[in-house]
């Protein structure tokens, strides 16, 4: 199993900031995901965080505003670059143990509003 | 359409009784996902299915991989159920892990 701490749980900030957002697994893993949950909406993957190289973004999302970084095998950060209110969204963490399927960890959320 | 369906999307349930929420995929999937998300955000993984069934406590998990249909159950349900359910398939192609989500289904169990 893997257990995942994610920081900071929650935060309020202002339109045209930053905010980085980290997971911290306690096991090296293969996989790490990032994905965010727009209010009332399913999760949607963001990117594949790749350790040593840049991730991997999904359709519709940039690495300039959400740079991705996973310079090691337990520990990611994703960026949220230059927010507006449309950014306020639970992003989320996920891992997986092996490049085949299996058990899916999360991580507790990061619950960001943008004012 | 989207790829992984959901239904019902809100249920109500008296403490005591058997929950039933379903999901349809139309993808190829190499897994199936059931996950509980808790008001605060957090995701637990309940259940991993690639076929037949699984059972955990009070919670049990089928799968029919022809009619690509899963539901998830709850028996003696109780308060502490309260969340919502998102199923997640895990597809063939793009890479493991990579997981399509379900809308959720948010039940509320009351006493």
């Known amino acids: 199993s893997a257990v995942i701490s994610q920081k900071p749980s929650r935060d309020i900030c202002q339109r045209g900031t930053s905010l980085t957002i980290q997971c911290q697994v306690d096991s090296q893993v293969t996989m790490m995901f990032w994905y965010r949950q727009q209010p009332g909406q399913s999760l949607t993957l963001i990117a594949t965080a790749n350790q040593g190289s840049e991730a991997t973004y999904e359709s519709g999302f940039v690495i300039d505003k959400f740079p991705i970084s996973r310079p090691n095998l337990t520990f990611s950060t994703l960026t949220v670059s230059n927010m507006s209110p449309e950014d306020s969204s639970i992003y989320l963490c996920?891992?997986?143990?092996?490049?085949?399927?299996?058990?899916?960890?999360f991580g507790q959320g990061t619950r960001l509003t943008v004012v | 359409k989207n790829e992984v369906e959901q239904s019902p999307q809100n249920l109500t349930a008296q403490e005591g009784e058997f929950i039933t929420i379903n999901c349809s995929y139309s993808?190829?999937?190499?897994?199936l996902h059931w996950l509980q998300q808790h008001p605060g955000g957090g995701i637990v993984s309940l259940f991993m299915?690639?076929?037949g069934k699984k059972k955990h406590g009070r919670l049990i998990a089928t799968i029919n991989i022809q009619e690509k249909h899963s539901s998830l159950h709850i028996t003696a349900s109780h308060p502490r159920d309260s969340a919502v359910y998102i199923c997640a398939v895990e597809g063939r192609t793009g890479g493991y892990n990579k997981l399509i989500f379900g809308a959720g289904t948010r039940l509320a169990v009351h006493p």
């Open positions: 996920s891992v997986g143990l092996s490049d085949r399927p299996t058990e899916a960890f």
């Open positions: 993808v190829g999937i190499s897994a």
């Open positions: 299915l690639s076929s």
